[in-house]
T-cell receptor, first 116, second 110 residues
Framework: NAGVMQNPRHLVRRRGQEARLRCSPM?????VYWYRQLPEEGLKFMVY????????ESGMPKERFSAEFPKEGPSILRIQQVVRGDSAAYFC??????????????FGPGTRLTVL | EDKVVQSPLSLVVHEGDTVTLNCSYE??????LLWYKQEKKAPTFLFML????IEKKSGRLSSILDKKELFSILNITATQTGDSAVYLC??????????FGPGTRLSVLP
């Protein structure tokens, strides 16, 4: 049973380009969470999605960032017009909780975004 | 392949008990080990450890790293119901790649 998968593992973009990060949750999981980890800091919650719905995007910057979790396919975190400050590790986690509990999340390996 | 193992995976104690959570790892180019507490939303950062044998302490929580034996422990003394959470261990290497363990679910009963 494959765990949470993220790709690419490493992504390099120049300022102004777009970055697309993908997350395939564990089989049977319908809840996806995106986190950002800046160097030397803790994880920062960004967004919580269920299939076709954004449940909580309180941690997502209002501009340039968007997330989706379509009925079919992986969840996508999209960053438009990237800036150097977007360089970080982006983690996806998934859970199967029907109550929307944030516990029991299984983390993917992360995508390391570097903006030149 | 880099790996982080935590034990136990779940633990039930009563208020006032002391608990020890374990984290062992195999990581290339180890840089640091981090502990998080996850309750409702995002994991809350607890400690970052980089040097062996130096205990980090915050209130009733403390943690220490053994880089020779490749493990860390997180101690919680005089547990309270508010300590109930999932405790995550993560290891970072010099490429800033993080690997998370599966977590230990701690339940503290009144």
């Amino acid at each position: 049973n494959a765990g949470v998968m993220q790709n690419p593992r490493h992504l390099v973009r120049r300022r102004g380009q777009e970055a697309r990060l993908r997350c395939s949750p564990m089989k049977g999981h319908s809840h996806v969470y995106w986190y950002r980890q800046l160097p030397e800091e803790g994880l920062k919650f960004m967004v919580y999605l269920q299939k076709e719905n954004i449940i909580d995007e309180s941690g997502m910057p209002k501009e340039r960032f968007s997330a989706e979790f379509p009925k079919e396919g992986p969840s996508i975190l999209r960053i438009q017009q990237v800036v150097r400050g977007d360089s970080a590790a982006y983690f996806c986690a998934s859970s199967s909780s029907l109550t929307g509990s944030y516990n029991e999340q299984f983390f993917g390996p992360g995508t390391r975004l570097t903006v030149l | 392949e880099d790996k982080v193992v935590q034990s136990p995976l779940s633990l039930v104690v009563h208020e006032g008990d002391t608990v020890t959570l374990n984290c062992s790892y195999e990581v290339t180019n180890f840089r640091s080990l981090l502990w998080y507490k996850q309750e409702k939303k995002a994991p809350t950062f607890l400690f970052m450890l980089t040097s062996s044998g130096i205990e980090k302490k915050s209130g009733r929580l403390s943690s220490i790293l053994d880089k020779k034996e490749l493990f860390s422990i997180l101690n919680i003394t005089a547990t309270q119901t508010g300590d109930s959470a999932v405790y995550l261990c993560a290891v970072a290497n010099y490429g800033q790649n993080f690997v998370f363990g599966p977590g230990t679910r701690l339940s503290v009963l009144p």
